[in-house]
T-cell receptor, first 111, second 112 residues
C-alpha cells in the first residue's frame, strides 16, 4: 500500500529556533494535510493543502504542497515550548479515498 | 460540547470482557471514522461510515464491531480482545469527501 515517509523522526531544538520537517511519497497525492498531536490527545488539523505549489500559513506555521505532488513541507518559525508534540502529515489521492498518514515527527523544544 | 468527544478516555479490560467505545461529533459532519494508533506505527484506518452506511472495513477482525445509529454518533463494540489490541483508539469526522478530518481525544485501551 501507499506509504508516507516523514523526516526527521524526532528533533530537539532551542526555543526561538525555526523548524522544518517534510513528508515524501513514491506516489502522487492531491491533498496534503498536517496535524499536531499533544500527549494524551487526538491529532489536531493545522493546515490543509489542495493545489500543487500552494504555500499556506497558519500563524507561525507554513506548509507547502510540493510541485511534484509527492511531497510536502511544514515549517515552524520562532518555536515556543507549546510547539512540543508529534506532527503528522497525511495525504489523500481523491475525494472519499482514505487518508494515508506518516509515522510522525516528534518535536521537543528546549527552553 | 464542541468538536468530537470520545468516552471513556481510558479503559482496561480483560480478554473475556465486552465493552463499547462511544464517539459523538458536534460539527454537522456526515462521515465518521475509527482509527487505531499504536506506538511507532502510522494511524491505521479501521472503519468508515458515510451517512450512517459503512463504506470501509479495513480487514478488521470481527472482535471489533462498529455501529453508527446516526451521523453524529459512532460506537465500537469490543469483545474477546487480545493484548495486542491495546492501543489508542481515535474517532474522527469530516464532511463528505473525507479530507479535513477532525479527531476526538481518543480512548486509551489496555487489554490484560
Amino acid at each position: 500500500g501507499q506509504q508516507l515517509n516523514q523526516s526527521p523522526q524526532s528533533m530537539f531544538i532551542q526555543e526561538g529556533e525555526d523548524v522544518s520537517m517534510n513528508c515524501t511519497s513514491s506516489s502522487i497525492f492531491n491533498t496534503w494535510l498536517w496535524y499536531k498531536q499533544d500527549p494524551g490527545e487526538g491529532p489536531v488539523l493545522l493546515i490543509a493543502l489542495y493545489k500543487a505549489g500552494e504555500l499556506t500559513s497558519n500563524g507561525r506555521l507554513t506548509a507547502q504542497f510540493g510541485i511534484t505532488r509527492k511531497d510536502s513541507f511544514l515549517n515552524i518559525s520562532a518555536s515556543i515550548p507549546s510547539d512540543v508534540g508529534i506532527y503528522f502529515c497525511a495525504g489523500q489521492n481523491s475525494g472519499n479515498t482514505p487518508l494515508v498518514f506518516g509515522k510522525g515527527t516528534r518535536l521537543s523544544v528546549i527552553a | 460540547e464542541t468538536g468530537v468527544t470520545q468516552t471513556p478516555r481510558h479503559l482496561v479490560m480483560g480478554m473475556t470482557n465486552k465493552k463499547s467505545l462511544k464517539c459523538e461529533q458536534h460539527l454537522g459532519h456526515n462521515a465518521m471514522y475509527w482509527y487505531k494508533q499504536s506506538a511507532k506505527k502510522p494511524l491505521e484506518l479501521m472503519f468508515v461510515y458515510n451517512f450512517k452506511e459503512q463504506t470501509e472495513n479495513n480487514s478488521v477482525p470481527s472482535r471489533f464491531s462498529p455501529e453508527c445509529p446516526n451521523s453524529s454518533h459512532l460506537f465500537l463494540h469490543l469483545h474477546t480482545l487480545q493484548p495486542e489490541d491495546s492501543a489508542l483508539y481515535l474517532c474522527a469526522s469530516s464532511l463528505p469527501g473525507g479530507d479535513e478530518q477532525y479527531f476526538g481525544p481518543g480512548t486509551r485501551l489496555t487489554v490484560t
